[in-house]
C-alpha cells in the first residue's frame, strides 16, 4: 500500500522576533497562514529505505538532500516501525525560501508513516513529533491560520473565515535562516525579551478585509533579510506598483509574498511581475494542514 500526504507551503502574516534566549533561539509571536502550494510525499514499504524527489524547473532540486539529512527522512527515522520504507516527494513549495517547504515534507511524513501502519496516534502525539523536528513542523500538521509563540512550536489555531489572495515570487538563490537572525540581532541590540503580539492583525483577520490585513502585515526578519538582499526590497516596491496591496519577505526569505484585494487582482500583479520575474506563483490561503490525498 502506498500512502500520499499533501502538505502545504506557510507564509507568516505577523512575526515578530525577540532577543535570544540564553539558549540560543530567538522567542517568536507569530501568526501563520497555510496557501495552496503543495508537497506532495508518498509512502509505501520496502525492503530498504529510499527517498525519491521531483519537481518543476523552478524548484532547486540539486538543493534537496536524499540522505539522513532529509527532514522527512528524519521524521521516519524518529518514528519509524520496523522495515524499510520508499518515499518519493514531489515539490511545489520553493526550497531554502522562506515558506517552510522542508517542515512541510517532515509534517507529511509523519502523517503518512502513522497511517501507512494504522497507527492512528492523536493529534497531541503527532504535534510532539513535529516539535522534536523542527519549529514550523508543528503548523505543516494543523494549516489554516494559526499563532505560534514560544520558538514557534507552540501552535494555536486562529479562526479566520477569509479568503486571502497572494502573489509569490521565490528567489533562484537561498538565503541563509541563521544569517538573517544573526543580521537581526546586529540591527536590533536591544530588541525587547518579549517579541510583539499580533493583536491589531488578529483583529483584521476577523474583519475579512484585505486592506485592513494589509496595514497589519508584519516581519521583524524582512529589515534583516533586505539589508542582505537589497533587490528584495526592489521586488517589493515594484509588486506594490503593480497593485498589490501590501508586499513583505516570507519568513526569513528570500521568497516575497503580495497580498492583493481578490483573486483577478492577484491575476493581474503576477501577470505584470511575470515580465520580469522568472517564477510568479499565484497563491490561496488559508487551506488545511498535511492531510491524506490518496491510499492505494
Not at 130 to 153: H, K, M, N, Q, Y
Given at each position: 500500500?502506498?500512502?500520499?500526504?499533501?502538505?502545504?507551503?506557510?507564509?507568516?502574516?505577523?512575526?515578530?522576533?525577540?532577543?535570544?534566549?540564553?539558549?540560543?533561539?530567538?522567542?517568536?509571536?507569530?501568526?501563520?497562514?497555510?496557501?495552496?502550494?503543495?508537497?506532495?510525499?508518498?509512502?509505501?514499504?520496502?525492503?530498504?529505505?529510499?527517498?525519491?524527489?521531483?519537481?518543476?524547473?523552478?524548484?532547486?532540486?540539486?538543493?534537496?538532500?536524499?540522505?539522513?539529512?532529509?527532514?522527512?527522512?528524519?521524521?521516519?527515522a524518529e518514528v519509524a516501525c520496523a522495515g524499510g520504507h520508499a518515499m518519493r516527494i514531489s515539490k511545489q513549495i520553493p526550497v531554502?525560501?522562506?515558506?517552510?517547504?522542508?517542515?512541510?515534507?517532515?509534517?507529511?511524513?509523519?502523517?503518512?508513516?502513522?497511517?501507512?501502519?494504522?497507527?492512528?496516534?492523536?493529534?497531541?502525539?503527532?504535534?510532539?513529533?513535529a516539535a522534536r523536528l523542527g519549529s514550523d513542523v508543528p503548523f505543516s500538521l494543523v494549516g489554516g491560520t494559526a499563532r505560534g509563540?514560544?520558538?514557534?512550536?507552540?501552535?494555536?489555531?486562529?479562526?479566520?473565515?477569509?479568503?486571502?489572495?497572494?502573489?509569490?515570487?521565490?528567489?533562484?538563490?537561498?538565503?541563509?535562516?541563521?544569517?538573517?537572525?544573526?543580521?537581526?540581532?546586529?540591527?536590533?541590540?536591544d530588541a525587547p525579551s518579549q517579541p510583539a503580539e499580533p493583536t491589531e492583525l488578529l483583529a483584521a483577520l476577523a474583519t475579512r478585509?484585505?486592506?485592513?490585513?494589509?496595514?497589519?502585515?508584519?516581519?521583524?526578519?524582512?529589515?534583516?533579510?533586505?539589508?542582505?538582499?537589497?533587490?528584495?526590497?526592489?521586488?517589493?516596491?515594484?509588486?506594490?506598483?503593480?497593485?498589490?496591496?501590501?508586499?513583505?519577505?516570507?519568513?526569513?526569505?528570500?521568497?516575497?509574498?503580495?497580498?492583493?484585494?481578490?483573486?483577478?487582482?492577484?491575476?493581474?500583479?503576477?501577470?505584470?511581475?511575470?515580465?520580469?520575474?522568472?517564477?510568479?506563483?499565484?497563491?490561496?490561503?488559508?487551506?488545511?494542514?498535511?492531510?491524506?490525498?490518496?491510499?492505494?
Amino acid at each position: 500500500m502506498t500512502i500520499t500526504v499533501r502538505a502545504a507551503a506557510k507564509i507568516n502574516l505577523h512575526l515578530a522576533v525577540g532577543a535570544p534566549r540564553e539558549d540560543g533561539f530567538h522567542p517568536l509571536d507569530t501568526v501563520y497562514q497555510a496557501i495552496d502550494l503543495y508537497d506532495d510525499l508518498s509512502l509505501s514499504a520496502a525492503d530498504e529505505d529510499s527517498l525519491a524527489v521531483d519537481g518543476p524547473p523552478y524548484v532547486d532540486l540539486d538543493g534537496i538532500p536524499t540522505d539522513a539529512s532529509n527532514i522527512a527522512v528524519r521524521a521516519l527515522a524518529e518514528v519509524a516501525c520496523a522495515g524499510g520504507h520508499a518515499m518519493r516527494i514531489s515539490k511545489q513549495i520553493p526550497v531554502a525560501g522562506g515558506m517552510a517547504g522542508g517542515s512541510a515534507d517532515g509534517a507529511a511524513a509523519l502523517l503518512a508513516h502513522d497511517r501507512l501502519h494504522g497507527l492512528d496516534q492523536s493529534d497531541d502525539v503527532l504535534l510532539a513529533q513535529a516539535a522534536r523536528l523542527g519549529s514550523d513542523v508543528p503548523f505543516s500538521l494543523v494549516g489554516g491560520t494559526a499563532r505560534g509563540r514560544g520558538r514557534g512550536e507552540v501552535v494555536e489555531p486562529v479562526e479566520d473565515a477569509g479568503t486571502w489572495w497572494w502573489v509569490v515570487v521565490p528567489s533562484g538563490t537561498g538565503l541563509s535562516t541563521p544569517a538573517v537572525y544573526r543580521h537581526f540581532d546586529v540591527l536590533h541590540p536591544d530588541a525587547p525579551s518579549q517579541p510583539a503580539e499580533p493583536t491589531e492583525l488578529l483583529a483584521a483577520l476577523a474583519t475579512r478585509e484585505p486592506v485592513r490585513l494589509a496595514r497589519t502585515l508584519r516581519n521583524d526578519l524582512e529589515e534583516p533579510a533586505i539589508d542582505l538582499r537589497p533587490e528584495l526590497g526592489a521586488l517589493i516596491e515594484r509588486g506594490e506598483r503593480e497593485g498589490a496591496l501590501r508586499g513583505m519577505v516570507s519568513g526569513s526569505g528570500p521568497t516575497c509574498v503580495f497580498l492583493c484585494e481578490g483573486r483577478d487582482e492577484a491575476m493581474t500583479v503576477a501577470a505584470a511581475l511575470s515580465a520580469t520575474y522568472d517564477v510568479v506563483l499565484p497563491a490561496m490561503g488559508p487551506v488545511a494542514g498535511a492531510h491524506v490525498v490518496t491510499t492505494g
